[in-house]
């Protein structure tokens, strides 16, 4: 007898062929990330620059996202793990939407929305007012934190 290979989706493509796609999606994202983050200016004031913490959560995405890949090319990746590449999906989506409102809203306010938006997903509407309070401490210490410690402006 054979063995069953990946399956198949209703278009005929392996199930495997998503997380090939979303793994190179986020590669590209935290490749654009890097290149968007090397390009800011340098602080004026302190040693860590507006484009720091973007270099390392790019470096991190990109190097993450390749370690995925190849697992997923070399067959150590389940096509099992669907739902897992499902919920990094939409993590991505909402990522590529958070960072698309910073320069039309700001960066603590964009935070706000992404952080509640992330939490209520992952927790559940249920538990909305400990998701709120996090994310209003965790954006006001980012706010704290370049204003007075790094002190860059915030896109």
Request: proline content about 7%.
């Amino acid at each position: 007898m054979s063995q069953p290979g990946p399956a198949a989706l209703p278009e005929g493509r392996p199930a495997r062929s998503i997380p090939v796609v979303a793994w190179l999606v986020c590669l590209g994202f935290g490749i654009a990330l890097i290149a968007g983050a090397l390009i800011l200016p340098a602080s004026r004031t302190a040693d860590v620059g507006p484009g720091r913490i973007p270099l390392l959560v790019g470096v991190a995405v990109a190097a993450l996202s390749a370690v995925c890949l190849i697992r997923q090319l070399t067959g150590r990746g389940e096509a099992a793990e669907l739902a897992k590449s499902r919920t990094a999906m939409i993590l991505l989506v909402l990522l590529i939407g958070y960072c698309a409102l910073i320069p039309l809203i700001g960066l603590i306010t964009s935070t706000v929305i992404f952080m509640m938006a992330v939490m209520l997903w992952l927790d559940g509407v249920g538990k909305w007012l400990r998701s709120a309070l996090i994310t209003i401490v965790f954006a006001g210490l980012i706010y704290a934190l370049f204003t007075w410690v790094i002190a860059t402006p915030l896109p």
